[in-house]
């Protein structure tokens, strides 16, 4: 059992074909060396570029105002979360 798997000679073409489809099954989806250097580096520049994609699209709005406007006088409360407006404007 085990020297089949060490070696082709004395494997008729068919049993090598087979051990090449074992072989290559045992590797799917997995990457190996360069390939796997270069999957895991442009992994860390999509996370960085998200990374600062978000902090630019969502920048801390805790400490933004209110942006509305009452008798041309701007809002002094302090906005909601992921809004652009206190909670007596919304």
């Known amino acids: 059992?085990?020297?089949?798997?060490?070696g082709?000679?004395?494997l008729m073409a068919k049993?090598?074909?087979n051990l090449k489809?074992?072989?290559?099954?045992?590797?799917?989806?997995?990457?190996?060396?360069?390939?796997?250097?270069?999957?895991?580096?442009?992994?860390?520049?999509r996370m960085l570029a998200t990374d600062g994609a978000a902090q630019q699209a969502h920048p801390t709005r805790s400490s933004q105002r209110c942006?509305?406007?009452?008798d041309d006088v701007r809002c002094s409360n302090q906005s909601l979360p992921m809004t652009?407006?206190?909670l007596t404007r919304i």
């Not at 059992?1 to 060490?6: E, F, V």
């Not at 489809?21 to 860390?44: N, S, W």
């Open 1 to 6: 059992g085990s020297s089949l798997l060490t």
């Open 84 to 86: 652009r407006h206190c």
């Open 8 to 10: 082709p000679e004395g």
């Open 21 to 45: 489809r074992l072989k290559c099954l045992r590797r799917y989806r997995q990457r190996y060396g360069v390939e796997a250097l270069l999957h895991r580096q442009l992994k860390e520049r």
């Open 67 to 70: 942006s509305a406007f009452v």
């Open 15 to 17: 049993e090598r074909e």
